[in-house]
């Protein structure tokens, strides 16, 4: 195993009825920024709700910010730091999924970067993001009222923001932006389109691969812990499928997606993150939903490395889809892991999703700039041993055309 540090600082408050907790959570005198999406959660009666919770019980002046987009843009996230500044809000409070939380925590960071007239300088909010946001040393607190299990943002510092018009979808992360706390009511997610259900597993899914499909390092906690929750969002997955009303599967799922990504399984253990940001090209230039775009690319990312991989791939194999080539003469080592591969290709089909560019009606055009993109990203040397350049990304897009 590797040396780590693992800081976690996110009070995670999970149960129905949960929301009314926010009249303690939320400072009693703060001046709250309420930041939601296109209009589920007025839709479905939560913006209502935490607005409730917020009144019951202190002296808080409330605002609200709607319309972050799936996928937040810059320029709209830029209007919400400026009503920040404007009416001097010191508490944001996400009512969403990973979008508006990223979007939030986005939020948070550029608002100090003003002169004069207090309005957000794009140009330095754009050199912020494109370092990452390592460069912003104050934020605003945050805190979260999650609506979707996906992304795990809710218990996490990282955030990722898309600039339509530069192409550009770009990760940043800071100590600053982990929220103060997160409040995760299963019930909320019944309200949940299909397609988002089972993107938010997927994600979750693909998560856990990332930090778990490299080498072995003999880390016994991390890996058994990502088996478990991958086991366990297979088992979910089908159960939602079968029975989206049940509330215990929704609880399960809730939960399995925010310890995918909330550090826990990563600590001290290499990791590889080639899936999620090819995917985020795919989703810059072709509209692809965040989940969507990786069940397309893991398959090929699986085969593609399969002999740098092969320790995990066959432990994968094992422990997550019982194959054994010790046990199982007519197997050997690469038709184990063509088994196991196939075996998540058709997890993902079972729920619906593309596990090629093809099912997202793409063709071998949509390669180059994808390839451009990585470039400009200085995405050129992904994986656990940083050995994934363009070629490298190249052909996992060919095997996944
Ligand atoms: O916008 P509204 O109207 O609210 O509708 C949303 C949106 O259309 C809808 N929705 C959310 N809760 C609902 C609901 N509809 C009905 N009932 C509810 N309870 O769902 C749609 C998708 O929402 P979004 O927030 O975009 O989904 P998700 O949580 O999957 O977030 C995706 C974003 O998170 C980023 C992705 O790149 C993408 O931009 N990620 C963030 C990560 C992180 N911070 O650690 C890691 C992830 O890998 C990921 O990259
Ligand atoms: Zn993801």
């Known amino acids: 195993m590797k040396n780590f540090q693992y800081y976690n600082p996110v009070r995670i408050v999970f149960g129905e009825g949960q929301i009314k907790k926010l009249s303690d959570l939320v400072p009693k005198e703060a001046k709250v920024l309420i930041t939601y999406g296109g209009g589920s959660a007025e839709r479905t009666g939560t913006l209502d709700e935490v607005k409730t919770a917020l009144a019951a019980n202190g002296n808080r002046s409330v605002f609200e910010f709607g319309g972050i ?29 990973g979008s508006v939380i990223d979007g939030s925590k986005f939020v948070a960071l550029v608002s100090s970067l003003t002169e004069d007239d207090s309005t957000v300088l794009r140009d330095k909010a754009w050199d912020a993001l494109l370092s990452g946001c390592s460069t912003i040393d104050t934020a605003i607190d945050l805190g979260v009222v999650l609506t979707i299990p996906a992304t795990g943002s809710e218990m996490n510092n990282g955030g990722v923001v898309n600039h339509s018009e530069r192409q550009a979808k770009l990760p940043f992360r800071s100590p600053l ?14 309200t949940l389109p299909k397609r988002q259900v089972m993107n938010g597993v997927a994600d979750a899914f693909v998560h856990v691969i990332e930090q778990y499909l490299t080498y072995p390092v003999n880390a016994k906690v991390q890996d058994a812990f990502a088996e478990s929750l991958l086991k366990i969002l297979v088992e979910e997955g089908a159960a939602v499928k079968a029975d989206p009303e049940n509330l215990e599967t929704r609880q399960n799922i809730m939960w399995s997606a925010t310890m995918a990504l909330n550090g826990l399984i990563g600590a001290g253990v290499p990791q590889d993150w080639t899936t999620h940001m090819i995917g985020h090209e795919l989703t810059s230039l072709h509209g692809i939903d965040h989940a969507r775009t990786l069940t397309i690319l893991l398959p090929s990312v699986m085969r593609e490395l399969k002999d740098s991989k092969k320790d995990k791939l066959l432990q994968y194999a094992r422990n997550v889809w019982a194959l054994d080539s010790k046990t199982d003469t007519k197997q050997d080592d ?41 470039e400009a990203h200085n995405m050129v040397k992904l994986g656990e041993h940083g050995n994934n350049d363009l070629a490298v990304s190249r052909r996992i897009l060919e095997r996944s055309l």
């Open 69 to 97: 987009e799936p996928n937040p843009e810059f320029t709209t996230l830029l209007k919400a730091a400026d009503m920040v500044n404007k009416h001097g809000i010191d508490f944001l409070l996400a009512v969403g999924g």
């Open 334 to 374: 690469d038709s184990i892991i063509e088994t196991a591969i196939v075996k998540t290709e058709n997890f993902f089909r079972s729920l619906g999703l593309p596990v090629s560019l093809a099912d997202a009606q793409l063709d071998e055009s949509a390669i180059d700039p994808i390839i451009k993109q990585l």
């Open 177 to 190: 932006t982990f929220p103060k706390f997160s409040i995760l009511d299963p019930t909320k997610t019944l």
